[in-house]
């Protein structure tokens, strides 16, 4: 019984870690895109000590992003035999925030709120953080229908439940709540059953939730899920909280300890640009970019490629303040060069408001991964050219000046 349990988790966990697959793509090309990106910028700066010294410093930076992104997902991926341990659930939901991250598109906020208290359980570390990752996993696909929404993770500590002796008379309860599109009694009743699943066939096993029903049983505690059509779904998981631990502070691997703290840190974005031959030279000479991204060392890296160029780039961390801009102004950019994931609005959608403002105005998108860029949405939304990061300078020169010129750009390096 236990190595069928065991050979469960360890499948489900494959099946996350295929999830996973698609976000720390994202991440790790940008964090690629940032480190080549300020390369290129250096070599060409070779007679500027202090502007190399610059990229330089941005290139070790992103790669020391790349080098924490890689240890979160070999923890997470760790074939292990479960050990108990004194446990801070707070510090498990913190070190697991970047990862989350990963996962979740900018279109999703991400609000945490109680992970900076200690709450001292007994339990297995890994499958804590499988226990959080399936839990968010389901709530980011339960808002692609709508795209985006609220993704909330709640710790408190609440009285023990009739049903669940605690010997602190206290319990931990962590709420994930989404907003997405939420479940009918009929699916909902049915959720912790093994190979259940309302997702398409090959988009998943019906693992998920059962796995966590029984990592949840194993710690003592209770799941419990409260879910509305339209108005999103709720899960609470409550795990009883000991005395022992209360006052320690947490180490590196979550264990609770008496001294020792753990750094975390986000990927970032990539972008761009290019060393251009004369003809291309002329047409970007002046050019008025309209760039939109949400990561600073992304736009960074792009606006001094594209500044070297010749081009005059605005450059906006905020999609809805890009569209601000354009319509006042509307006769005053030729090219929009947009970031496929951000906060509030996707790229695709950006460019759909563009042309709305101003019909043919040329729009490049820059993506590491995007469910939503199928090739009849990519049709709707008529962008002059699709890349996919990391991408050389030189070709997203050559693409940008492709694009003003107003060639037909055959559109690749899609998906992942």
């Known amino acids: 019984m236990y190595k069928r349990q065991s050979q469960v988790r360890e499948a489900q966990k494959l099946e996350s870690l295929g999830t996973l697959a698609g976000g720390v793509a994202h991440d790790f090309n940008n964090l690629l895109g940032v480190i080549r990106g300020n390369a290129e910028l250096a070599r060409e700066s070779l007679d500027d000590r202090d502007e190399v010294a610059d990229h330089l410093a941005a290139v ?43 996962l979740i598109p900018r279109t999703v906020q991400l609000d945490v709120m109680g992970g900076d208290d200690v709450y001292a359980i007994r339990g297995d570390v890994t499958q804590l953080q499988q226990l959080l990752f399936n839990l968010c996993s389901n709530a980011e696909y339960a808002m692609r229908p709508t795209n985006g929404g609220v993704l909330e993770i709640r710790l408190d500590i609440i009285l023990s439940p009739d049903d669940m002796p605690a010997d602190s008379g206290r319990v931990v309860r962590m709420r994930v709540r989404d907003t997405g599109v939420g479940m009918p009694a009929d699916v909902r009743d049915r959720v912790f059953e093994p190979f259940f699943t309302t997702k398409p ?46 006052g320690a502070t947490p180490g590196p691997t979550g264990h609770a300890t008496p001294h020792g703290t753990h750094a975390v840190s986000r990927g970032s974005l990539a972008g761009n640009a290019p060393n251009a031959n004369g003809s291309e030279r002329d047409v970007l000479m002046g050019a008025r970019i309209m760039l939109v991204d949400d990561e600073p060392a992304v736009a960074r890296v792009v606006e001094r490629a594209l500044t070297r160029l010749g081009c005059r780039v605005r450059a906006f961390s905020d999609p809805g303040e890009a569209l601000a801009a354009l319509a006042l102004a509307p006769t005053e950019t030729d090219l929009v ?26 729009v490049v998108i820059v993506t590491g991964y995007s469910y939503r860029l199928t090739p009849e949405r990519l049709a709707a939304i008529g962008a002059a050219a699709i890349l996919q990061k990391p991408v050389p300078l030189a070709v997203l020169g050559n693409t940008v000046a492709a694009a003003l010129r107003g060639d037909v750009i055959e559109a690749g390096g899609l998906g992942s």
């Open 60 to 102: 070790l930076d992103a790669s020391e992003r790349a080098r924490d992104l890689v240890r979160q997902i070999l923890t997470f991926s760790r074939r292990t035999t479960p050990h108990e341990h004194i446990v801070d659930l707070g510090h498990v939901v913190r070190t697991l925030v970047p990862m989350l991250r990963s």
């Open 201 to 246: 066939t090959g988009e998943g096993t019906g693992l998920g939730l059962s796995v966590l029903h029984g990592i949840v049983a194993s710690h003592g505690g209770r799941v419990r899920v409260e879910s509305t059509p339209g108005e999103g779904t709720t899960f609470d998981v409550v795990l009883p909280l000991i005395a022992e631990g209360l």
């Open 337 to 362: 060069l947009t970031d496929q994931t951000m906060p509030g609005m996707t790229g695709d959608v950006l460019t759909e408001g563009v042309h709305r403002l101003c019909p043919g105005l040329p």
